[in-house]
Every structure is written in C-alpha cells, then in structure tokens.
C-alpha cells in the first residue's frame, strides 16, 4: 500500500476541488507502443523486448478548476497490450490486460477560439484483468516450473501534452512511466523456493477525446 500514497494524495486533491469547478464527460481513445525490460540475475543476459502495439478506450472527466489554464482530468480505461517474454526457444507474445485509472493536472494556453496547447502531469493505478501467470519452458531453465506472476496491480506516472481544438476534441500524447519494479515476477523451483524478477512496462500513447 505504501506505494500508492502519492496518488492517494492526489486523488484526495482532486476530491477537494471547489464546489464551482466545472465538469464535462467524455469518449477517450488510442493506441499505447511499450518497451518492456525485464532483469532476472539468475540469467546471465537481461532481455529487452521489441515495441509492441496496443490499444485502450474508456470515459474521462475533464474538471476545469477557477484558476486560468488549470485543469484535471480523471479517466478509467480499459488497456490491452502485448508483451514478447523468453516462455521457449523464442520470444512470444503475451497480452496483459488492465483497468488504468490516471489522474492527471492539466495546464492549458489558449491560441485562439478554437485551438488550445496543454501539458499534463499524474499517477495511474493498472488494474490487471487478465492472465497473471505464464509458464516457463524447460527450455530457459531446466527443472524449474511456473514461470512468470505479474501484479495484481502497478503504480506508474504519467507526462504528456497536447492540443485542445473545436471545445470538443482533444489530441494527446502521454510517456506512462512505471515507478520502481511494480511489474514483478516470480520463478518457482521444483524444492519449492521462489525466485523473484523485474519487469518493467513503459508506454508511449497518443489519444483522441471528445467531450459532451
């Protein structure tokens, strides 16, 4: 639990927003790119996977605060993406699958009527939905089983900005990056001692919003 004080905190801001905040809803989508490194000091080589597309689709809050330029956004999303990890004699591909919940503050200049650029900044608790558990073949390790267990929930943070135009569409580009090794795994050996890894997710994402 300790690693979710600092977005605790800040979802305890948000929560405390003055009561004239002004609030729309929205329709927020994209595609992520991630770079997955994983370290395990029983290996002699640690692997880097290539870039792997996925996708992610959910509603947002946009809470405009009485300070100008000032903003926060809050969202609950559905995440799919894919993973290359060492399971055989190559690199497969694995989906993980989560639940995001980002709160990010938002800092907006106006370039016109129609047309604004914004930079924002926040945690995100993921959600893991999907399969936690994939097993290892022999042929990595020999005589090991089980294989790798990820989270059941990760801590990361989110920086990015982009362009608000029409009053109705946003265009923006987010780096998620993970805090600590909050994607972890673990390795079962046959006499039944755990050996623990690190993996670690950092994504690019480019999203489109449309507000109500």
């Given at each position: 639990?300790?690693?979710?004080?600092?977005?605790?905190?800040?979802?305890?801001?948000?929560?405390?927003?003055?009561?004239?905040?002004?609030?729309?809803?929205g329709i927020r989508g994209g595609f992520n790119v991630n770079?997955?490194?994983?370290?395990?000091?029983?290996?002699?080589?640690?692997?880097?996977?290539?870039?792997?597309?996925?996708?992610?689709?959910?509603?947002?809050?946009?809470?405009?605060?009485?300070?100008?330029?000032?903003?926060?956004?809050?969202?609950?999303?559905?995440?799919?993406?894919?993973?290359?990890?060492?399971?055989?004699?190559?690199?497969?591909?694995?989906?993980?699958?989560?639940?995001?919940?980002?709160?990010?503050?938002?800092?907006?200049?106006?370039?016109?009527?129609?047309?604004?650029?914004?930079?924002?900044?926040?945690?995100?608790?993921?959600?893991?939905?999907?399969?936690?558990?994939?097993?290892?073949?022999?042929?990595?390790?020999?005589?090991?089983?089980?294989?790798?267990?990820?989270?059941?929930?990760?801590?990361?943070?989110?920086?990015?900005?982009?362009?608000?135009?029409?009053?109705?569409?946003?265009?923006?580009?987010?780096?998620?990056?993970?805090?600590?090794?909050?994607?972890?795994?673990?390795?079962?050996?046959?006499?039944?001692?755990?050996?623990?890894?690190?993996?670690?997710?950092?994504?690019?994402?480019?999203?489109?919003?449309?507000f109500f």
């Amino acid at each position: 639990m300790k690693r979710y004080i600092v977005y605790i905190a800040f979802f305890t801001f948000v929560c405390a927003l003055p009561a004239q905040a002004q609030v729309r809803l929205g329709i927020r989508g994209g595609f992520n790119v991630n770079k997955v490194t994983w370290k395990w000091k029983q290996l002699e080589n640690n692997v880097r996977s290539d870039n792997r597309n996925g996708f992610f689709v959910g509603a947002t809050l946009d809470v405009s605060l009485p300070v100008p330029g000032m903003g926060v956004d809050f969202s609950v999303l559905y995440d799919n993406r894919v993973v290359s990890l060492p399971l055989s004699e190559e690199l497969q591909n694995q989906t993980m699958q989560y639940i995001i919940v980002p709160v990010n503050l938002r800092y907006s200049v106006g370039l016109g009527r129609i047309l604004s650029i914004y930079a924002a900044t926040g945690p995100q608790v993921s959600y893991n939905i999907g399969d936690r558990s994939w097993a290892l073949n022999d042929y990595v390790v020999d005589n090991w089983t089980n294989g790798w267990e990820l989270n059941r929930s990760d801590l990361s943070w989110n920086v990015g900005g982009g362009i608000s135009f029409f009053g109705h569409f946003r265009l923006g580009y987010n780096y998620n990056i993970m805090l600590g090794h909050t994607n972890e795994f673990t390795v079962k050996k046959l006499s039944g001692d755990i050996v623990e890894g690190q993996l670690k997710d950092n994504t690019h994402q480019i999203s489109l919003t449309y507000f109500f």
